[in-house]
């Protein structure tokens, strides 16, 4: 075990700057909660419009899944880079300016006469999507002091959960009154409204001093913390385990369940809703024991998409797949960051990067991988994958641990 596991790197003070003044605290967590949840709803929007957008553009599911895999492999691509390529910016100055980024992305894509504009506009939402989830996700310790960080934390990534409960949902509701292209009109009027709340309300966030061999070199040491790899090998599993099932979830509810436009977007809704009573159950359990709350999480989607199958001979088997799926994805992000950060408390910034690379490398490949399944073998098939996959990381979180966390609570994110 390297002396970087073990003792956070010399200025880990200054990576938990002071908290906004307390009249002031809560609202900027909560504009950054905002465009988490505008991010993921503009990300995730597809996975609800999926059949109409494909008839309306002339191409297979599988096709428009990719729009899902564009932006994940552009934003796994930013992200690890998000301290180096912003320099020494203000990171409020820069989350404003990829809000209204992600902006101009919707509605290039509510525009997209065929598949090659919509790819256009999910590559800039691609970029916006990096660079604010690769400054999001370590945002919690610099806007809240030791006590709140853990709730801080899943304020902001219950954006993240509360999108698939309004965004995709409402998307899919607007998309059956008007079309698909309104749904998009609406996120991209939601990203400038965010963008002008994180301006209204967020403080002045300088660039934390480097330490150690520079920026580059931060995210290399990050990645030689066995307690980040282990974290974000993984996120890696559950993600790409999550979006290979999760992206064809309407074709499997519409073909094999028979289920009506209006009853999946009940049923979408109803998994959104389990999923944000997932993020507030798992998030503060996180911030004690990380290593159980992600075993709770990969557990639940394992369980979930293996059983799914079997589930769509009626709405109500439909429905209990879906609450235990979303309740325990819910839960995801918030644990397996937590882990990250439990790993590596001297390096917040770099390893969030580090994070958001891998959930959103995962995204794109998981989308990809579910495409190529279920064009070739069919919707059960690709929901078998996965489980499988999900299963993979649930046994490497098994046997591993945040072993900065261990080091020095003597083992308190174990399971027992």
Known sequence: MTQAETTPAPSTAPATAPAPA???????????????????????????????????LGVSDGTTGLTLTITGLIAALLSPLTPVLVGRRDRRTV??????????????????????????????????????????????????????????????????SIASVLGVPLGTYLAALLDWRAAF????????????ALAATLPALPALPVTGRGRLGGLTDALRNR??????????FVVLGHFAGYTYVRPVLETDAGLSSGTIATCLLVYGLAGVAGNF??????????????????????????LLPSATGGVVTVLLA???????????????????????????????AVWAGVFNASIALGSLAGGMVVDR?????????????????????????????DARTGGTDTVN
Do not use: C
């Open 322 to 352: 879906l609450i235990l799926w979303g309740a325990a994805y819910g839960g995801v992000s918030v644990s397996t960051q937590t882990w990250i950060r439990t790993a590596d408390p001297g390096r917040i910034e770099a390893s969030a």
């Open 281 to 306: 159950s798992l998030g503060p359990l996180s911030g004690r024991r990380p290593k159980l709350a992600v075993v709770l999480a990969l557990s639940g989607v394992t369980l979930a998409a293996a």
């Open 95 to 160: 989350l404003i300016a990829f809000m209204l980024l992600l902006a101009l992305a919707d509605a290039v894509s509510a525009l997209a006469p065929n598949f090659p504009v919509l790819a256009l506009g999910r590559i800039l939402l691609g970029g916006a999507m990096g660079i604010v989830w690769g400054l999001a996700a370590g945002l919690g310790p610099r806007l809240a002091d030791g006590p709140r960080i853990a709730l801080t934390m899943t304020l902001i990534f219950s954006g993240v």
């Open 227 to 236: 307690g980040v790899a282990a974290g974000a090998a993984v996120t890696a």
């Open 22 to 56: 307390a009249g002031h605290r809560w609202s900027p967590v909560l504009a950054v909660a905002l465009a988490t949840f505008t991010v993921v709803s503009s990300e995730m929007m597809p996975v609800g419009l999926l059949t109409p957008m494909s008839d309306s």
């Open 185 to 196: 009109w609406a996120l991209a009027l939601l990203g400038a409204g965010s963008a002008a």
């Open 377 to 405: 073998s069919g919707n059960h098939a690709v929901l078998y994958t996965a489980a499988g996959l999900t299963a993979a990381g649930l046994l490497l979180a098994a046997v591993t641990r945040p072993r900065a966390a």
